[in-house]
């Protein structure tokens, strides 16, 4: 029996891009004996209803956009317990997961790429009541606004550029927070946080640290103090860019995480609003989504190849 592929694109992620190479797509599904089911988003959160509700009936969902469709595709497949393989095609205007996943930018090869490739286990965050799949992260959001679409895609880039290095960190908001894990407590004031799956980030590799492994069950977690003069400052900045440790920077590795603050915090679930919030609880729910991969790509896993889907 033919195998059913349900395929999920945004058409207008990355300008349309997808536009041009979608029969060119659609064939190769086809060529690689799966029965297609195509929807295009049709609005914000169109992909998670359509992934939540039709995934049982598919062995394969393939999601094409940018971060926010793979986002949306991959809380429908948790919210609605799916268990079914995923694939991705970048096509949106950023695409910061995909190089964690070594993905090709190419369409077509990233498409022949699941049609022949082997899915491996990937860990999820849960996020209070939402998912992410590589990053939740709050603080250094002030100057932009929520407002315009444009300027949310460019979230976590614009947030990396300002930890790369400029004057800026003293003259954004902090919140006064405690973050609780399974083994440890404290308090402070923070200005910038970061709970991540991922070996970049905004396109910058440093900020997640080195060792990072996408099916550990654990997140890397970044959280940095506000600086109180311009020598802190400097020891921030260049810890960041891999030098010496500081102690305004915690850094570790957890499964779980919770973050109480006195006044609510704006979000961000990869790379997309992700809610004002006092108390967030965060949460590794390990090995919980199935992407297919290129065979014998280098991405970051303990686990093995788990099979060949063909
Ligand atoms: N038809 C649609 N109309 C409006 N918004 C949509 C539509 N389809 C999807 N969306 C929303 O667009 C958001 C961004 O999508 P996505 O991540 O795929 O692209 P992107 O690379 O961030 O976007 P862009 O290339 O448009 O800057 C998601 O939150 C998604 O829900």
Redesign the pocket.
């Known amino acids: 029996m033919e195998k059913k592929l349900l395929f999920i694109f ?1 058409a ?4 349309g891009s997808i536009k041009s190479r979608l029969i060119d797509i659609i064939d190769i599904f086809i060529k690689g004996g799966y029965e297609v089911t195509v929807h295009s ?7 998670l209803r359509v992934a939540k509700k039709r995934a049982g009936d598919f062995d394969l969902i393939v999601a094409s ?5 793979l986002d ?1 595709v991959v809380t429908g497949l948790m919210e609605g317990n799916h268990k079914t393989l995923l694939g991705y095609i970048p096509a ?3 695409n910061d997961f995909a190089n964690s996943l070594h993905v090709s930018k190419n369409m077509l090869q990233a498409a022949t790429d699941i049609v022949e490739g082997i899915p491996h286990a990937f860990d999820v965050g849960k996020f209070n009541d939402d998912f992410f799949v590589y990053i939740a992260a709050f603080g250094l959001f002030t100057d932009v606004s929520y407002e315009t ?2 300027d949310l ?1 460019n979230i976590l880039g614009h947030a990396a550029y300002i930890l790369e290095g400029t004057q800026r960190l003293f003259n954004i908001a902090s919140y006064q927070l405690k973050v609780e894990t399974k083994d440890t407590s404290f308090e402070g004031d923070f200005i910038f946080g970061m709970v991540s799956n991922a070996t970049s980030v905004g396109g910058f590799r440093k900020l997640t640290g080195p060792d990072v492994l996408l099916d550990d069950g654990v997140f890397e977690v970044l959280l940095i103090r506000r600086p109180k003069n311009i020598l802190e400052l400097n020891e921030i900045i260049t810890a960041l860019l891999g030098g010496a440790d500081t102690s305004n920077i915690e850094s570790f590795k957890t499964s779980y995480l919770k973050i109480t603050s006195e006044t609510q915090i704006s979000w961000t679930l990869d ?2 609003f992700g809610g004002e919030h006092r108390e967030v609880e965060i949460q590794n729910m390990n090995h919980a989504v199935n992407i297919i991969l290129k065979k014998d790509e280098k991405v970051p896993l303990i686990q093995a190849n788990t099979g060949n889907i063909k």
């Open positions: 945004n207008r992620a990355g300008k988003t049709q609005a914000y959160q169109d992909g956009g940018g971060d926010g469709t949306e949106g205007s950023t679409n444009q895609k790379g997309e």
